[in-house]
């Protein structure tokens, strides 16, 4: 899979609410950086763990994608996150996403939002 396909995958991942599909794209020293985790998971186990904890608190993901640019091992995208938390709370926000691949692996998923708006 090259960069585009892996972020495509990504956020289909989300929307399925499968963590396994998102950890097992993560190289072993690869990093989810997101800024709703407590610190950055790191490998595959760290990742999933990390997915896992946040379906467990939110339901209706769509990750919609309105531009993707790919240059060599990264690509670089800009949509939306759209969900409902276990109450039934919209929690909507636009966010940016950068992957970067080593040997078709991610080494690094970066996930860009404003989180002011989740307060």
């Given at each position: ?52 904890a946040a379906f467990a608190e939110i339901s ?40 970067e691949l080593r040997d078709g692996m991610i ?13």
């Amino acid at each position: 899979m090259n960069a585009e396909e892996t972020m495509r995958a990504l956020a289909t991942a989300w929307e399925n609410g499968d963590p396994d599909a998102i950890a097992d794209r993560f190289a072993p020293d690869g990093v989810y950086e997101g800024p709703l985790f407590d610190g950055f998971p790191i490998g595959p186990e760290a990742v999933r763990a990390a997915c896992a904890a946040a379906f467990a608190e939110i339901s209706e993901v769509r990750v919609p994608i309105k531009h993707l640019a790919m240059i060599g091992d990264v690509a670089l995208a800009e949509g939306q996150f759209l969900s409902a938390d276990l109450a039934g709370v919209r929690c909507d926000f636009d966010l940016v996403m950068v992957v970067e691949l080593r040997d078709g692996m991610i080494v690094r998923f970066t996930e860009y939002f404003d989180t002011a708006k989740l307060a």
